[in-house]
Nanobody, 123 residues
Framework: QVQLVESGGGLVQAGGSLRLSCVAS????????IGWFRQAPGKEREFLGA????????LITDSVKGRFTISKDNAKNTVYLQMNSLKPEDTAVYYC????????????????WGQGTQVTVSS
């Protein structure tokens, strides 16, 4: 089992930055890459990127590449989503998930999910 807890969401003006955190726990947590998703009202859940606990490679989807980065602190079992140059269309609930990477789909299978954290970007 893996437990995930997100934090760091809030209200920010357009052009601002936020850093979300995802603290992962559980006996098997190191087996799973961690991914970030978001879901805006009335829209499908969107994969943003993922990172493995081992190595430094990250995967970032094209729609946010250049503005969002993913990093980790293995000692704290924490994965971060740094979001810069935020836009009103980035408003969504942001989730982290643990599961297998799906390279062909450019996504991650979310076997475990956090509760989500709301990000609101005002214009």
């Amino acid at each position: 089992q893996v437990q995930l807890v997100e934090s760091g969401g809030g209200l920010v003006q357009a052009g601002g930055s936020l850093r979300l955190s995802c603290v992962a726990s559980g006996r098997t947590v190191s087996r799973y890459p961690i991914g970030w998703f978001r879901q805006a009202p009335g829209k499908e859940r969107e994969f943003l990127g993922a990172i493995r606990w081992s190595g430094a490679n990250t995967l970032i989807t094209d729609s946010v590449k250049g503005r969002f980065t993913i990093s980790k602190d293995n000692a704290k079992n924490t994965v971060y989503l740094q979001m810069n140059s935020l836009k009103p269309e980035d408003t969504a609930v942001y989730y982290c998930a643990a599961g297998a990477l799906l390279p062909a789909a450019g996504s991650l299978r979310g076997d475990y999910w956090g509760q989500g954290t709301q990000v609101t970007v005002s214009s």
